[in-house]
């Protein structure tokens, strides 16, 4: 999971980079052609309104046609990273389930029962261990079925699927927003609370040592 996070950081700073390039490369132009013109205007009074008057006319369409050409490449851009995103991915899963196969041992899944204490789902061979893991390792159940054994295998495959499909990482990282975005305010709320705590504080000392001044 650790390589498919970093691949995918990866590919998203290179579709920001490209489309933040494009639209720095679009500025570029067009000010480089402000200031040739300007350079080049003619000394003229009467040339240089008519001047004037047509390069707001092309800056203007110039402008929109940039602006649509750059929301043009920046859809590719993004359609493009999420094609290859799920190329990889679905590339690095086959790659982990060759590598898994080939050692013969498997982890197909598991649940927590509490600190330390859990339920794993071992795939050995032709064969499925249940083993109880906790101060030790316990096996609770072998499933050598072959009915049970296919059940559990194509339940683990059809999740791994799931984790690659776009819609469901789509959806995970807009949990994981959603799940930072109280952390966040809850810190923002905090340090305010702190400020007006800290400015509550030194009202009051310089209330104390006016009332002090007055005595004396």
């Known amino acids: 999971m650790f390589s498919i996070k970093k691949v995918l950081q990866i590919l998203l700073v ?3 980079g490209q489309a933040v ?15 040739k013109d300007f350079y080049e205007q003619p000394e003229n009074p009467e040339e240089k309104k008519t001047q004037a008057g047509s390069n707001e006319k ?17 859809v590719f851009a993004l359609i493009f990273v999420v094609v290859l995103l799920y190329a990889t991915l679905r590339f690095i899963n086959k790659k982990s389930r060759a590598y898994q196969k080939a050692n013969h041992i498997e982890n197909i899944g598991g649940t927590s029962l509490g600190s330390n204490r859990s339920v794993q789902l ?21 499933i050598d079925d072959e ?6 295998l194509e339940e683990h495959n059809d ?3 799931l984790m ?13 927003f959603q799940d930072s975005t109280p952390v966040s305010q ?23 040592l006016e009332g002090e001044e007055r005595q004396r």
């Open 122 to 142: 071992i795939k050995v061979g032709n064969s499925i261990l249940v083993l109880g893991v906790g101060e030790s390792i316990e096996l609770l159940k072998e």
């Open 14 to 16: 290179i579709a920001l």
């Open 186 to 208: 809850g810190f923002s709320s905090q340090l305010k609370s702190e400020l007006e705590e800290l400015s509550k504080n030194r009202k009051k000392v310089m209330e104390e």
């Open 58 to 74: 092309t800056d203007s369409s110039t402008g929109t046609d940039l602006s649509f050409w750059d929301f043009l490449r920046m």
């Open 147 to 152: 009915d049970e054994y296919k059940s559990l």
């Open 159 to 161: 999740k791994m699927e």
């Open 21 to 35: 390039f494009s639209g720095l490369a679009a500025k570029a132009e067009s000010l480089d052609g402000s200031v």
């Open 164 to 176: 690659i499909q776009p819609g469901n990482l789509l959806s995970t990282m807009k949990k994981r």
